[in-house]
């Protein structure tokens, strides 16, 4: 039985790139890189999904959350200085 092979992100998109420029045939592409037919057609996929998601108007869901995650960390921020200061002023008594 033969091991899964792992493929880095790098090589995939180096794939999909030249499945999409049209570098060769599918089946020069799959011979050269040495790689499954299944596997050209889903990153090749993958690869236009990708792409229409970075011309979509408006912000994407990971935006959203990096924005939400740092107004959350601003506020307890603004809480742990509130607590710091505090502290600070009971114990120079």
Do not use: C
């Not at 092979?5 to 570098?23: M, Y």
């Amino acid at each position: 039985m033969s091991k899964r092979r792992n493929f880095s992100p790098e090589f995939k998109a180096k794939v999909a790139l030249a499945v999409l420029r049209g570098d060769g045939s599918m089946a020069e592409l799959e011979a050269r890189y040495q790689i499954h037919p299944n596997m050209t057609a889903k990153w090749k996929r993958e690869a236009l999904d990708g792409v229409k998601e970075t011309f979509q108007r408006g912000k994407s869901p990971t935006n959203r959350n990096r924005e939400e995650e740092i107004q959350r960390l601003q506020a307890k921020i603004g809480e742990l200085v509130v607590e710091r200061d505090v502290l600070a002023k009971a114990f120079d008594r």
